[in-house]
């Protein structure tokens, strides 16, 4: 059946059915506004998913778009130390869309968002020429927040999971590479993996003094934290964790995807060298890989990436940015 045969609001009646139930919502899908009861600090973010410029509906599937949707603005609020709540989707589709593809969207998102204990408490339908997919988290922050600013001279480097698959991934897709390794780095750029987790060690810990989640790219994003913080940063070059897919595709000393790459998702943060131990630990508990791969320098030296023989890494470009004609 297409949307246009059964209409926003039935189908909005159903979507009611499927979401989590929060006591601190007094009112949830169905009337002008969500309401909510809060206390402590909320975390709030929104990010949008458009059609052909961050997804192609031939590459993915609609449960893995859902999820991604969720997924990438759950890793905003992971990113600040903080675990998402609520959310707001608000949707465009063309009105011939499938019901039934929109249902496939919903399994996912619902699944990411319920993953995280996370109640859809509204938004928008509207047809348009193409999917448009922009969502509203909201996080708390139960331990304080972790901003992009307080990294320290002398801190450790580290990152969460592997560097470059998303983009590799991208790569794979645009020219229809196959195989296994192929098929690994596509699943990283269709779905991001959650840092919920680590993210909730590190802020329950009070052990990331700064974090960012890498979205544009390492070097875009350690360049936010060294602004931000008015440091400088060393990355050693042969410390970037790469994944067995990234090695065998890519060469495991090819850096520039795992220096440039977007869409990671993984963690980003800075800790003083006390805490390595600690850190470690919370690696193994979380059975996930956390990376030391440089430290915190001066403003004034800014970002340098280090060969194993100590010449400068001289990288093809900063990372993305979503408005520069590449
Ligand atoms: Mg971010």
């Excluded at 189908?11 to 139930?21: A, E, G, I, K, Y």
């Excluded at 699943?187 to 680590?198: D, K, V, Y």
């Excluded at 956390?290 to 340098?304: D, E, K, N």
């Amino acid at each position: 059946m297409k949307l246009r045969d059964l209409g926003e609001f039935p189908f909005l009646r159903r979507l009611q059915q499927r979401v989590l139930r929060d006591a601190r919502v007094q009112v949830g899908i169905g009337d002008d506004c969500a309401a909510l009861f809060l206390s402590g600090t909320t975390l709030l973010t929104t990010d949008t998913l458009v059609e052909n410029v961050h997804f192609r509906r031939e590459w993915t599937t609609f449960p893995l778009l859902g999820e991604k949707a969720f997924a990438v603005n759950a890793s905003d609020i992971a990113a600040m130390g903080g675990e998402p709540t609520f959310a707001l989707l608000s949707l465009s589709v063309p009105q011939d869309t499938e019901v039934e593809d929109l249902d496939a969207f919903f399994d996912g998102f619902l699944r990411g968002a319920g993953t995280c204990n996370t109640a859809l408490i509204g938004g928008n339908m509207s047809a348009a020429p193409c999917w448009m997919i922009a969502v509203t988290l909201l996080g708390h922050a139960l331990h304080g927040i972790i901003t992009r600013s307080g990294a320290q001279l002398g801190d450790d480097v580290y990152v969460t999971g592997t560097l470059g698959d998303a983009a590799l991934g991208l790569r794979v897709l645009q020219e229809g590479q196959s195989g296994a390794h192929a098929e690994e780095a596509k699943a990283r750029f269709l779905c991001p993996t959650s840092r919920i987790e680590i993210s909730r060690s590190l802020a329950t810990q009070h052990l990331a003094t700064a974090m960012i989640d890498v979205s544009d790219g390492l070097l875009q994003d350690l360049g936010h934290i060294c602004e931000a913080s008015k440091v400088g940063a060393e990355i050693e070059g042969e410390r970037l964790p790469l994944s067995p897919s990234y090695c065998a595709l890519r060469g495991e000393r090819e850096w520039d995807l795992a220096l440039t790459g977007g869409e990671d998702y993984e963690l980003l943060f800075t800790a003083p060298m006390t805490q390595r131990a600690t850190i470690a630990e919370i690696a193994h508990a979380t059975h996930s890989t956390i990376t030391r791969i440089g430290r915190v320098t001066t403003h004034s030296q800014g970002i340098r990436v280090h060969a194993a023989d100590g010449s400068v890494y001289i990288t093809p470009q900063a990372g993305y940015d979503h408005f520069r004609a590449e």
